[in-house]
């Protein structure tokens, strides 16, 4: 399955970006989507999820900074990204899967069966 992330870009600090990852041809709802970052030479870090019941879980550090909203009808998720930092920049990937997801997955790697291939965000 393939998602498609889009948005990214060289942003100053304190400024704000919006990324968008669509799901073109997938067949089958999407229950559960996810934003997740990765610097390099780094895991990938969950960064903000939501599910089909608006369901939403923000790491600690982006919390009151990023809103993430889904479309259930589109199968797009939206991150908006305000009071960028440096520390944010990384390729952000957008991951997706069928299932409703318990809070200890939401933000990891482990409860995503499909992913895009990322978007590049640097904050200087």
């Known amino acids: 399955v393939q998602l498609v992330e889009s948005g990214g870009g060289s942003v100053q600090s304190g400024d704000s970006l919006t990324l968008l990852c669509s799901a073109p041809?997938?067949?089958?709802?999407?229950?559960?989507m996810a934003w997740f970052r990765q610097g390099p030479g780094q895991y990938r870090e969950g960064i903000a999820a939501?599910?089909?019941?608006?369901?939403?879980t923000y790491k600690d550090s982006v919390k009151g900074r990023f809103i993430i909203t889904k479309d259930n009808a589109k199968n797009t998720i939206t991150l908006q990204m305000n009071s960028l930092k440096p520390e944010d920049s990384g390729v952000y990937l957008c991951?997706?899967?069928?299932?409703?997801?318990?809070?200890?997955?939401?933000?990891?790697?482990?409860?995503?069966?499909?992913w895009g291939e990322g978007t590049q965000v640097t904050v200087s």
């Open positions: 991951a997706a899967d069928r299932r409703l997801l318990q809070p200890r997955l939401r933000l990891s790697e482990l409860g995503y069966k499909d």
């Open positions: 939501v599910d089909e019941d608006n369901t939403i």
């Open positions: 041809g997938y067949r089958y709802r999407i229950v559960s």
